[in-house]
């Protein structure tokens, strides 16, 4: 996983620098409004300071840069409100931006039910490694994964049999269950080097759901939820004019978002308590233990 592609390195020195401005911006222009307001009261009462800056209207000045100051943070929200409107559905390969949002939080909680979670496990990775040179504000993250048992028989994923009908093929399951397990191994010693660091700590923890894998659900710090429904009838090869497989493709998913900014407060509250409604009775995977099931 080390060798990342340099388009990867400019996204996260990119996402840097938009931190640090935003950061900085809001106390320059407020250090130069208040700077405004402090030099043209001056110059209005104090003679030698009017007449060196020689000018008249300095008291009005100063007031309409007071004015400027009390008001920016209002300029400034609605600013943000008309460049960045709400979404209401979104394709999973912009899982990456909700990502980043979600880390901007103190304690960050990320939730996800589907598949494999490949295209939440990418984002996640390099967030996660972002977090070595610059933690923010994020203090507390935890991750929870629940995926399908592959252990156990499934119409999906399967290979396609005579007149399209699954047929339960145990090795491709274990094909997918290795991908989950990597993902597991990779996440968790991120999340071991992290919190052994000392500014982070980070959990994750992935558990297994029987059944096959209908829904996607990705709950970003209790406060949004993306919902969509997989593909079952997408097909796969894995050799040339080999066995065909259906193989739902959870990046082609798409999603609608569901916020508590608004009415669908009560939807983000009912997907919430599902998804822990089924954690707790999911079941840890048998690689945790050492073994595969």
Avoid at 179 to 197: F, G, K, M, P, V
Wanted: aromatic fraction near 10%; proline fraction near 5%.
């Amino acid at each position: 996983m080390s060798g990342r592609s340099g388009g990867s390195a400019d996204v996260t020195r990119a996402s840097r620098l938009r931190r640090f401005q935003e950061r900085v911006e809001p106390v320059v222009t407020r250090t130069l409004l208040l700077g405004i307001f402090a030099t043209g009261l001056t110059a209005q009462f104090v003679k030698p300071v009017g007449d060196a800056l020689e000018g008249k209207a300095y008291l009005g000045g100063a007031l309409l840069s007071l004015v400027g100051y009390v008001l920016y943070d209002q300029v400034k929200e609605l600013t943000s409100s008309v460049r960045a409107p709400a979404r209401s559905l979104v394709n999973s390969s912009q899982l990456g931006s909700f990502v980043s949002e979600a880390f901007e939080a103190r304690r960050v909680e990320i939730s996800f039910l589907g598949y494999t979670g490949e295209t939440l496990y990418n984002a996640l990775y390099h967030r996660l490694e972002d977090l070595s040179d610059y933690p923010g504000p994020t203090r507390r993250v935890l991750i929870r994964m629940l995926v399908p048992d592959f252990g156990q028989p499934m119409t999906v994923p399967s290979k396609v049999g005579e007149r399209d009908v699954p047929e339960d093929d145990p090795d491709f399951r274990k094909r997918m269950e290795q991908r989950c397990r990597e993902y597991d191994d990779i996440l968790s010693e991120l999340a071991e080097r992290l919190t052994h660091a000392g500014r982070v700590r980070v959990e994750c923890e992935y558990r297994l759901y029987p059944g096959i894998p209908r829904d996607k659900i990705c709950i970003f710090n209790r406060q949004q939820v993306l919902h969509g429904l997989y593909d079952l009838s997408a097909r796969m090869r894995l050799h040339h004019m080999g066995d065909e497989y259906y193989d739902p493709k959870g990046y082609r998913t798409d999603l609608n978002v569901w916020s508590r900014d608004g009415v669908a407060e009560a939807a983000v509250v009912t997907w919430i308590k599902h998804f822990d409604d089924l954690w707790f009775l999911a079941r840890p995977p048998q690689w945790r233990r050492g073994t595969l099931a």
